[in-house]
């Protein structure tokens, strides 16, 4: 008996000096690698031109084709050399666009020693190589087995004890304990991948009876906000491990999932958040509105859906910091399990975390007006790049009705304004 | 873990493709990263339907004619060497070239090979001439469905008009080059900006 409880105590003994241990390394070895390495790559840019969005009027595309000769030619029409514009800002997008490299992971100025962020480098020396098989060595010979120890630990535990909680009769004993099992499960999961978060502006902390929104760049977002509150989440209902994980956390705390019939029905879906919003007792939902994985270098665009509902959102910004391993998902490129494998393997995962002030709708304006106001205060907070782009442009085409609107743009500069005309003829 | 290409750019490729097109080593290496992160099938080839899958250029209207340059005629595959060939025309135009050799061709982003790229957008059977259906084609590229077919062909009209000087009703390459517009060829210059850190 006495024997079984001593295994015991070593074993979780063991499990919390892992967790110190990996938080102090990570932390050494950022500091020293990032002043030693200074192999730089040159990063890229060129200006598109090319006039987005309709915002802009016939006059200012008239002004970007013909520049400033366009007081000569101001009885021409049409002037072949139109297409010069069209053709430099093909060209341009060709060099490089500000969408396709937002699916794909962020390119570093200086190699952080893993193989997977190295694009382009050749040998460069035998130091070098020598760090870079050392680092080899101390991340899958002794990270990784502490972290893959920990996570299948915590992983268990957790199923274990919401389960157990799961059976409590009493109603407000159960919601106590399943949050305390539910922060513990996400905590070992953080250590698990030695997340050094730092939470910024705590007081913002969303509250019972809202929606938390926030940018979207991998999985583990989801362990790295619920670490520190409880959230209900909304998603899909999976199968395997990840399902029974789903169902082991419903059986303790309200989370909505969906069957995969039903995501596609929006109403029933908008019916299931408001009910949980007006429910003041309710964890506040957590909403990723890009509702696909991005790099992390921008936000694209919020679907409307989550800012239809009326209740108060709560923005999130997330920004990773790439040099200590880079936490983007690329699902085209591998499966879920490998990923992270390959977080457990990187040098740490390193973020900061904004806590902004509570937005409402205002008067007058629309959800998507409110997603895109959101939408910037994220962007402004993180340091992303704000874009109008679609996330699921990773995988479908794009609207020809954006073309449609250049096409419509540019045939007015040609034949000019109906209501300019109409104004013309009446003086 | 991704997939890198399965091969990098050789000294000896760089050191040709610098001579052929005039970019620096840096811009190459550069550009191969771009050409490799577009060729999604990692066959160190680019198809019609990499191209298309930039955003900003789908919508653009003459998209599908710029990506066409890029194509050998009848081919459907452009490798790096060809991708870096259609790109040279858009590097600004030197006027003291270093070796101003007399017998030596004409470098690709000369000022003639810039129009001769902008005159084959319109002229795609390639018989030197544009014709009035060639520029209507174009014409409606560009302005989609906004503008009927009576007023876009009297836009034609007009243009071959002031432009033909031969009588012929088609516009040749020389007439092109003598048009008005020519000052605007500036434009057809895509900076490359290079900064560093």
Not at chain 1, 53 to 59: G, H, L, Y
Not at chain 2, 58 to 78: T, Y
Not at chain 2, 187 to 193: G, Q
Request: proline residues 3%.
């Amino acid at each position: 008996f006495s024997l079984c409880n001593l295994v015991f105590l070593v074993f979780f003994g063991f499990l919390y000096s892992c967790i110190f241990f990996l938080q102090y390394i990570s932390s050494v070895l950022g500091h020293s690698f990032v002043y030693y390495i200074f192999l730089t790559v040159l990063p890229f840019s060129v200006k598109s031109p090319l006039v987005m969005f309709t915002k802009e009027s016939p006059a200012s595309l008239r002004q970007e084709i013909r520049g400033s000769a366009s007081c000569l030619c101001s009885d021409h029409e049409f002037d072949m050399a139109d297409i010069f514009y069209f053709c430099r800002s093909g060209v341009e997008s060709i060099v490089d666009d500000e969408v396709t490299k937002r699916f794909s992971a962020q390119e570093l100025e200086s190699w952080n020693l893993l193989t997977r962020s190295n694009y382009n480098f050749h040998h460069i020396n035998m130091r070098l190589t020598l760090l870079w098989g050392l680092g080899l060595l101390t991340r899958y010979g002794i990270l990784l087995p502490l972290r893959v120890t920990l996570a299948v630990t915590g992983i268990s535990l957790f199923l274990f004890f919401t389960t157990l909680v799961g059976f409590l009769p009493n109603a407000a004993l159960r919601s106590y304990l399943s949050e305390k099992v539910h922060m513990m499960g996400y905590r070992m999961c953080v250590s698990s991948l030695t997340a050094i978060i730092t939470y910024h502006n705590r007081e913002n902390k969303p509250k019972n009876g809202a929606i938390c929104v926030a940018n979207h760049t991998t999985p583990i977002d989801v362990i790295i906000l619920a670490s520190d509150r409880c959230y209900s989440l909304v998603g899909q209902m999976h199968r395997g491990l990840l399902g029974m994980i789903q169902s082991g956390m419903v059986k303790s705390s309200p989370h909505i999932w969906f069957d995969r019939s039903e995501v596609k029905d929006r109403h029933l879906v908008a019916k299931r958040l408001s009910d949980h919003v007006a429910d003041k007792t309710k964890q506040p939902i957590l909403i990723f509105p890009e509702g696909t994985c991005i790099n992390n270098t921008s936000v694209m665009m919020f679907k409307k859906g989550s800012f239809e509902i009326g209740c108060t959102i709560y923005p999130v910004a997330i920004k990773y910091d790439p040099r200590f391993g880079d936490a983007f998902w690329n699902s085209s490129k591998c499966g879920l399990v490998w990923y992270l494998l390959s977080m457990m393997s990187s040098w740490a995962i390193v973020c900061s975390v904004w806590y902004l002030p509570p937005m409402d709708r205002e008067e007058g304006e629309d959800a998507v007006q409110f997603a895109n106001r959101v939408k910037a205060t994220i962007a402004a907070q993180g340091g992303l790049v704000d874009l109008i782009w679609d996330g699921g442009l990773k995988r479908s085409k794009v609207n020809d009705a954006f073309k449609e609107e250049l096409q419509k743009l540019y045939s007015k500069v040609l034949v000019g304004d109906h209501e300019d005309e109409s104004e013309r003829m009446e003086i | 873990m991704g997939s890198r290409a399965s091969r990098l750019l050789r000294e000896e490729e760089i050191e040709e493709i610098k001579k052929e097109t005039g970019f620096s080593h840096s811009q190459i290496t550069r550009l191969y990263s771009r050409f490799t992160s577009l060729d999604k099938g990692e066959n160190g080839t680019l198809s019609r339907e990499d191209f298309q899958r930039i955003p900003e250029l789908a919508i653009n209207p003459l998209g599908d004619r710029i990506i066409n340059a890029f194509f050998p005629e009848g081919e459907d595959q452009v490798n790096f060497r060809g991708f870096m060939r259609t790109l040279a025309h858009f590097r600004p135009i030197e006027d003291n070239e270093k070796n101003k050799n007399p017998s030596a061709t004409e470098p690709l982003n000369s000022r003639t090979n810039k129009l001769l790229f902008a005159f084959r957008l319109y002229d795609l059977d390639r018989d030197d001439k544009i014709s009035r259906d060639e520029l209507l084609q174009v014409l409606r590229m560009m302005v989609g469905v906004n503008i009927s077919d009576e007023q876009l062909g009297s836009i034609a009209d007009r243009t071959i008009q002031e432009a033909d000087t031969n009588g012929d009703s088609c516009i040749s390459f020389n007439e092109f080059i003598k048009a008005s517009f020519v000052v605007n060829i500036h434009i057809c210059t895509v900076v490359l900006v290079l900064v560093n850190i």
